[in-house]
Antibody, heavy 118, light 111 residues
Framework: QVQLVESGGGVVQPGGSLRLSCVASGFRFSTHGMHWVRQAPGKGLEWVAFIRSDGSNKYYGDSVKGRSTISRDNSQNTLYLHMNSLRPEDTAVYYC???????????WGQGALVTVSS | QSVLTQPPSVSGAPGQRVTISCTGSSSNIGANYDVNWYQQVPGVVPKLLIYSNNIRPSGVPDRFSGSKSGTSASLAITGLQAEDEADYYCQSYDNSLSASVFGGGTKLTVL
C-alpha cells in the first residue's frame, strides 16, 4: 500500500531554515509528480509546491516562492522541501502528496508540524 | 483571499442534497483547467473526493458528484449522512500564478 512519511518538522526561529523530507513506498516513486501542501492551525489547505517525476519542472505557491526549493531523489524514493527565511506565518502542518492526474493528490502523508517562533 | 472562492459554510439535514460552489476566473477554472475536490474530517488527512471535474476515485460513494461550467465548479452531495460532516476544498491550476490553488474551504454541517 502507498505510504508517505514526512520528517524534519520542529520549532525554528524566525529567519531560520528547515528541510522537510518525505519517504515514499508502495508505488513507483520515479514515475509520479509530488506535491507539498500546508495547513496552518485552524486554517484551510494551502498548496505549496510541485515537482515533476523526473525533477525537470518545479512550481511554487506565491507565499513560499523565492524562499523554498522542492527537490527529489528518485534513487531514495524521497521528496524534499527546503525552506529559508522562515516567518511565523509559515507555521503549519506540511503534507507531502502523490500526484494522480491534473494536479489531483490521491495519497497524503500524515504531515509534519513546523512551528516558527522565537 | 483565495483565488478560488467557496462559501464558508453550508448545512443540510440527513437525507437532503447540498451543493458547494467553487468560483474561479479566466486564469483557472475558466481556462479549462480541471477541478478537484477533497474532503477533510477534522484531525484527519484530506481525502481526494473528485478529480478531473467529475470523476470519483475508487471507493468514493456515488452520492458525491462534481460538475464544472464556465468559471465555476460545484460539488453535490445527495442523501446527506452524519459522516459527511467535514471541510470540503476545491483545487485547480492557475496559469497567471503558474501554480495550483485551493479554495478557502467549506464547512459542511449535518443538522
Amino acid at each position: 500500500q502507498v505510504q508517505l512519511v514526512e520528517s524534519g518538522g520542529g520549532v525554528v526561529q524566525p529567519g531560520g531554515s528547515l528541510r522537510l523530507s518525505c519517504v515514499a513506498s508502495g508505488f513507483r516513486f520515479s514515475t509520479h509528480g509530488m506535491h507539498w501542501v500546508r495547513q496552518a492551525p485552524g486554517k484551510g489547505l494551502e498548496w505549496v509546491a510541485f515537482i515533476r517525476s523526473d525533477g525537470s519542472n518545479k512550481y511554487y505557491g506565491d507565499s513560499v516562492k523565492g524562499r523554498s526549493t522542492i527537490s527529489r531523489d528518485n534513487s531514495q524514493n524521497t521528496l524534499y522541501l527546503h525552506m529559508n527565511s522562515l516567518r511565523p506565518e509559515d507555521t503549519a502542518v506540511y503534507y507531502c502528496g502523490k500526484d494522480y492526474t491534473n494536479w489531483a493528490i490521491d495519497y497524503w502523508g500524515q504531515g509534519a508540524l513546523v512551528t516558527v517562533s522565537s | 483571499q483565495s483565488v478560488l472562492t467557496q462559501p464558508p459554510s453550508v448545512s443540510g439535514a440527513p437525507g437532503q442534497r447540498v451543493t458547494i460552489s467553487c468560483t474561479g476566473s479566466s486564469s483557472n477554472i475558466g481556462a479549462n483547467y480541471d477541478v478537484n475536490w477533497y474532503q477533510q474530517v477534522p484531525g484527519v488527512v484530506p481525502k481526494l473526493l473528485i478529480y478531473s471535474n467529475n470523476i470519483r476515485p475508487s471507493g468514493v460513494p456515488d452520492r458525491f458528484s462534481g460538475s464544472k461550467s464556465g468559471t465555476s465548479a460545484s460539488l453535490a452531495i445527495t442523501g446527506l449522512q452524519a459522516e459527511d460532516e467535514a471541510d470540503y476544498y476545491c483545487q485547480s491550476y492557475d496559469n497567471s500564478l503558474s501554480a495550483s490553488v485551493f479554495g478557502g474551504g467549506t464547512k459542511l454541517t449535518v443538522l
